[in-house]
Nanobody, 126 residues
């Protein structure tokens, strides 16, 4: 079992940057593909980015390509989401999620992920 704790959210002006962290418990972090999702008020949860267990492959939603970067440090059991050029529409609660998967592909489907963090609020002011 994996427990996930996000941090790094906050209030930032449009055009600014934030780095979210997702700390995972357990010694099998490298067995899990990781994903970031977000949910804005009144909207459904949506895929943001994903990284495979080995970090050999990453994937992004079109609306964050070129602005966000997902990464992971298996030695530290942490996944990151670097967010640059933030826009007011990026305002949401951001969740990290883990999926036990050794493949080279990544998933955009929330249902594929087994473990979820509690979320961290990101607010971008205009």
């Amino acid at each position: 079992q994996v427990q996930l704790v996000e941090s790094g959210g906050g209030l930032v002006q449009a055009g600014g940057s934030l780095r979210l962290s997702c700390a995972a418990s357990g010694r099998t972090f490298s067995s899990y593909a990781m994903g970031w999702f977000r949910q804005a008020p009144g909207k459904e949860r949506e895929f943001v980015a994903a990284v495979t267990w080995s970090a050999i492959s990453t994937g992004y939603a079109d609306f964050v390509k070129g602005r966000f970067t997902i990464s992971r440090d298996n030695a530290k059991n942490i996944a990151y989401l670097q967010m640059n050029s933030l826009k007011p529409e990026d305002t949401a609660v951001y969740y990290c999620a883990a999926r036990r998967w050794f493949g080279s592909s990544w998933s955009t489907a929330a249902n594929d992920y087994t473990y979820w963090g509690q979320g961290t609020q990101v607010t971008v002011s205009s």
